[in-house]
Nanobody
Framework: VQLAESGGGSVQAGGSLRLSCAASGRAFSEHYVGWFRQAPGKDREFVAWISVNGSRPYYADSGKDRFTVSRDNAERMVYLQMTSLKPEDTAKYYC????????????????????WGQGTQVTVSS
């Protein structure tokens, strides 16, 4: 599975962005997808996760009630809708796909993903 993110940009605090993750390759619908972000000088951190059929989204505390992850398997797309953005959301955002059957971390660890996109930059100004 190959992944490509888009939709990043610069917004003011309180604004919204929708990130897209386009997948190519076979068996996309058999992969769960996660969103991660990495700010300069910081470790990559988990943002959101969605199951293969989209029925069980899961969010890091930082994005709960503000971010919504969704997927369209027919279109091979995954989305991250972000609202009420804060300056601390500034980071490069990555989508990633994996196919493990079990996770000890709830699929929040980057090591549980096999395929990554190149990332898209989100900058939130105060």
């Amino acid at each position: 599975v190959q992944l490509a993110e888009s939709g990043g940009g610069s917004v003011q605090a309180g604004g919204s962005l929708r990130l897209s993750c386009a997948a190519s390759g076979r068996a996309f619908s058999e992969h769960y997808v996660g969103w991660f972000r990495q700010a300069p000088g910081k470790d990559r951190e988990f943002v959101a996760w969605i199951s293969v059929n989209g029925s069980r989204p899961y969010y890091a505390d930082s994005g709960k009630d503000r971010f919504t992850v969704s997927r369209d398997n027919a279109e091979r797309m995954v989305y991250l809708q972000m609202t009420s953005l804060k300056p601390e959301d500034t980071a490069k955002y990555y989508c990633a796909a994996g196919s493990r059957f079990y996770s000890m971390t709830g699929f929040t660890a980057a090591s549980e993903y096999d395929n990554w996109g190149q990332g898209t930059q989100v900058t939130v100004s105060s």
